[in-house]
C-alpha cells in the first residue's frame, strides 16, 4: 500500500536519536515545523517523499495537518520518538497518542486519493 509506505519511509527519521540529531544540525527545524502550512516541505525534504507522496500529504485537510505538525513539533522538543501510521478510511482522520517516551500519529484518509469522497460538494446555500 503505497501511503503505509510513505510512513515507514517517514519514520526512519523520527526515532529519538534522528529527531535530536537533525534539531542538532538545524534548530529551525522545530519552528518550520510549527508554521501552518510546512509538513508537507519538511516531509519531502527530510523524509525524501516522492511527489506523489508528498501530493497525498497535502491533501489532508490543513486543520488536521497543522494538528499533526504542532503535535510533533511539540514531541520533538521533549526529545520523544514519533511514530506515523496510516490506514485507509473513507474521510481524513489523525489520532494522536502521547505514550511517555513517544508520539504515535494514526492517519486515516481516502485511498486513493481520488476516492468519489473529493467530489462531493456541500449543498449550496
Not at 34 to 39: F, G, I
Not at 55 to 82: F, H, N, T, W
Given at each position: ?11 526512519q527519521h ?11 544540525r538545524?534548530?529551525g527545524v ?12 519538511l516531509a519531502?525534504?527530510?523524509g525524501g517523499l516522492?511527489?506523489?507522496e508528498?501530493?497525498?500529504?497535502s ?7 497543522q ?5 510533533m513539533?511539540?514531541a520533538a ?6 511514530h506515523v501510521?496510516?490506514m485507509?478510511g473513507?474521510?481524513?482522520?489523525v489520532q494522536?497518542a ?5 508520539l ?10 481520488n476516492?468519489?469522497?473529493?467530489s462531493f460538494?456541500p449543498?449550496?446555500?
Amino acid at each position: 500500500m503505497p501511503h503505509a509506505a510513505a510512513m515507514m519511509k517517514l519514520n526512519q527519521h523520527l526515532t529519538a536519536e534522528a529527531i535530536q540529531d537533525r534539531l542538532g544540525r538545524d534548530p529551525g527545524v522545530l519552528d518550520r515545523l510549527r508554521d501552518h502550512d510546512s509538513l508537507v516541505d519538511l516531509a519531502t525534504e527530510v523524509g525524501g517523499l516522492t511527489e506523489d507522496e508528498a501530493g497525498y500529504i497535502s491533501d489532508i485537510p490543513p486543520a488536521l495537518r497543522q494538528g499533526i505538525g504542532a503535535a510533533m513539533a511539540q514531541a520533538a522538543s521533549e526529545g520523544k520518538a514519533v511514530h506515523v501510521s496510516y490506514m485507509p478510511g473513507y474521510d481524513f482522520s489523525v489520532q494522536i497518542a502521547d505514550h511517555v517516551t513517544g508520539l504515535s500519529v494514526h492517519l486515516s484518509g481516502p485511498y486513493p486519493p481520488n476516492y468519489p469522497r473529493n467530489s462531493f460538494q456541500p449543498p449550496k446555500e
